[in-house]
C-alpha cells in the first residue's frame, strides 16, 4: 500500500494527496486520533507511519514524508500529544503501534 503525501498546511490543518488519487484536507479540530505504526521491515523498506485519523477519513503519512518535521510541531500543539511515545515510536524495530494522541 503506497502512502498518503503532505502536500501543504493550512492555519487549521494539512492537505494530504491521498494514494488513490484526489486530495483531503485534515483540520486539527476534527482529528480524532493520531497514531504512529511501526513495522519490522527497516531500514531497507519503510518502516514508520503515521496515521491521522477523523471521523471520516484516516491518511497514513510515511516517515520519511519530506514534511514530517512540520506535521509533528503542528501536532505537538495538541493539547495532550505524548512526545514521549514519538521518541518510543522512533527507536522501535518491531512491528507495534504507538498512539501519540486522542480526543
Not at 503532505?6 to 494527496?17: A, C, H, K, L
Not at 518535521?69 to 503542528?74: E, F, N, T
Not at 514521549?84 to 522501535?92: D, F, R
Request: aromatic letters at 10%; a negative charge.
Amino acid at each position: 500500500m503506497l502512502p498518503d503525501v503532505i502536500e501543504s498546511f493550512t492555519p487549521d490543518g494539512i492537505v494530504v494527496q491521498v494514494a488513490g488519487g484526489g486530495r483531503i484536507e485534515i483540520n486539527y479540530r476534527d482529528l480524532i486520533r493520531v497514531t504512529i505504526d511501526t513495522t519490522d521491515e527497516g531500514p531497507w523498506l519503510p518502516d514508520c507511519f503515521w496515521y491521522l485519523t477523523t471521523k471520516n477519513h484516516s491518511v497514513s503519512i510515511e516517515n520519511n514524508d519530506p514534511f514530517i518535521q512540520v506535521l509533528l510541531a503542528k501536532l505537538q500543539k495538541l493539547p495532550g500529544f505524548k512526545s514521549e511515545l514519538v521518541v518510543k515510536a522512533m527507536a522501535s524495530t518491531e512491528i507495534n503501534s504507538f498512539i501519540v494522541w486522542e480526543q
